[in-house]
């Protein structure tokens, strides 16, 4: 019934003793999980041909229902051990797709129990059920600059030592390192990871791992927006996430020719004075960009003095002549021009 001894303890206490008040007659008792994990070993075959060609021909015995009290005639053998596993009884359970000693179940349901000679229970030591394969489970990729947990599965799932370890074929290196199980992406490219089982003679799984770069995803132009014609500027910029992997950008100038260069060394040179666009593109191939209208402004004049002479012979002529300042403004060229006062003459010059 629901409910009854469901962790086996109570017939796991009297199924141990032989004076037949437990499950069977006197000088028998109820095998424990050792001793039937001990009997699979024996089997020719790892199903239920194996259990009824075995020396102690396994029935195929279904179960009976703890909740509806019906019974099971699948095709699956279920005998209870004298093992109890906490909230649990511990049972073999058998069937065309393998056999295994360890089950665990509800101590109320109905299942069959064999009964061998015995004066007490015995400690039988545990078969060994090797790993035959690994399956790795985590991804096979991480990010530069992130970690992951490895993690695996093995075969068969009920392998007595299903512990892994891991490694980078060739050992740790520039693109990834391993250290407790958990990869470290170095630097972008591919290694192979190899996880190895602890519980199987030199059974390996291998997985080309990758570690992706960190892409750009914004593009912030961080120099001043002008320049002074002659003049230079040395480009600046920050990417974003600042974790991205490749930091730098290259820089190029669209709009009217001759107004700014760039040299190899991502010095702006103003050549003209005029308006231009700046573009910083990000070199990792991410395809992020940023532009900025650029000014290239002019050097102005600040002031001019006259050279040549402040007078001159009626009818002769001179030469007029002179002098702007800054002497690299822009713009060097000036107009004379004369204004009549009275009973004087003036010059005066219009850039």
């Known amino acids: 019934a629901a409910g009854i001894d469901d962790s086996g303890a109570s017939r796991a206490a009297a ?121 790795i489970t985590s991804p096979n990729e991480v990010l530069h600059n992130a970690s992951l947990n490895l993690s695996g599965s093995v075969v068969p799932n009920n392998a007595s030592d299903q512990a892994l370890s891991w490694a980078i074929q060739g050992g740790n290196n520039s693109i990834a390192s391993i250290d407790n199980n958990i990869i470290h992406g170095i630097f972008p490219g591919e290694v192979t990871i190899i996880a190895t089982a602890s519980g199987g003679a030199n059974v390996t799984a291998e997985q080309v791992f990758t570690v992706n770069p960190v892409a750009v995803t914004s593009i912030n132009i961080t120099n001043a927006a002008e320049v002074l014609h002659r003049s230079t500027l040395q480009l600046s910029a920050t990417v974003e996430p600042n974790d991205a992997t490749t930091q730098t950008v290259s820089w190029s100038i669209s709009g009217s020719s001759g107004i700014a260069s760039i040299d190899n060394n991502n010095v702006l040179r103003g050549l003209a004075p005029g308006t231009v666009n700046l573009i910083a593109t990000a070199d990792d191939g991410s395809g992020s960009s940023q532009t900025q209208p650029f000014t290239v402004n002019p050097i102005l004049v600040t002031s001019i003095s006259i050279d040549s002479a402040n007078s001159v012979i009626n009818g002769e002529t001179i030469t007029l002549a002179a002098t702007v300042l800054p002497a690299d403004a822009s713009n060097l060229n000036f107009t004379w021009s004369i204004t009549a006062g009275s009973g004087l003459i003036c010059l005066q010059i219009r850039l």
């Open 15 to 135: 199924w141990n003793k032989i004076d037949g008040s437990g499950a069977c007659p006197t000088g028998f008792r109820v095998p424990t999980q050792t001793e039937l994990q001990a009997e699979i070993a024996t089997w020719p075959s790892n199903n239920i041909a194996g259990g009824f060609n075995s020396d102690l021909k396994w029935a195929t015995a279904g179960l009976r229902l703890r909740v509806n009290g019906n019974i099971s005639t699948t095709l699956k053998g279920f005998y209870w051990s004298s093992t109890a596993d906490g909230d649990r009884a511990i049972n073999m359970n058998y069937s065309d797709e393998g056999a295994l000693a360890i089950g665990r179940g509800l101590g109320s349901n109905g299942l069959s129990v064999r009964c061998i000679r015995g004066s007490s229970a015995i400690t039988v030591p545990l078969i060994n059920i090797p790993v035959s394969s690994i399956n």
